[in-house]
């Protein structure tokens, strides 16, 4: 991977997984990380996201962008610092595909969240609380599982995952994963 000419503008839902790869030799990109919880309040995405495309450009280095579609104007955004991204929707899709998601989704209406994302859900709901009074139980009520995708990287704190359930109403699965998949779309980037 030639990333030494390039900076990757990265989720910090990412952070271990890519740190897990860089240990193991498969990735060495020069890495800007963002808050994880942005996605909930777009202005503050947008905003710092541009901001970090700004500051790279400066560079001259190539900007790739591990993102999904995150924000309404992620294209329009990455198009104006000519910044490529990843070929996924969002960050679970970046982990096993859509093809996979469909499939698991077939067998239950499935919410699925990374092993990140189940350390993480407090901050981020609490984040949408205070910017908007959103209540996330509605985003719920149509799901039949929660589906954790976990790597084996990053420890699940099993305390958030009894949490998340009863919060939810849902009964939590954990998929097994590996990090084939993510990898295979940094490459193509």
């Not at 030639?2 to 839902?13: A, D, H, L, P, T």
């Not at 890519?18 to 890495?31: Q, R, W």
């Not at 541009?50 to 560079?59: D, F, N």
């Not at 982990?95 to 092993?115: C, D, Q, T, Y």
């Amino acid at each position: 991977m030639e990333s030494k000419s390039v900076i990757f503008i990265s989720c910090g839902i990412f952070q271990e997984e890519l740190k897990h790869l860089a240990e193991k030799g498969l990735f060495d990109g020069n890495i800007i990380f963002l808050d994880a919880a942005l996605h909930v309040n777009f202005d503050k995405l947008k905003a710092q996201l541009e901001q970090a495309l700004e500051k790279s450009k400066e560079t001259g280095k190539e900007l790739r962008v591990l993102y999904g579609h995150c924000h309404p104007d992620m294209i329009e955004i990455l198009e104006r610092y000519r910044a490529k991204k990843l070929a996924a929707g969002n960050c679970l899709e970046a982990m096993i595909g859509p093809e996979e998601m469909i499939r698991l989704n077939a067998e239950a209406k499935s919410f699925f969240l990374s092993v990140g994302w189940v350390n993480y859900w407090e901050k981020m709901f609490e984040m949408g609380k205070e910017d908007f009074n959103f209540d996330f139980k509605t985003m719920f009520l149509h799901y039949k599982r929660i589906v954790v995708l976990d790597t084996g990287i990053i420890p699940i704190d099993e305390e958030k995952i009894q949490k998340f359930s009863a919060f939810t109403g849902l009964p939590i699965e954990r998929k097994p994963i590996t990090l084939d998949y993510f990898l295979g779309l940094i490459k193509n980037i």
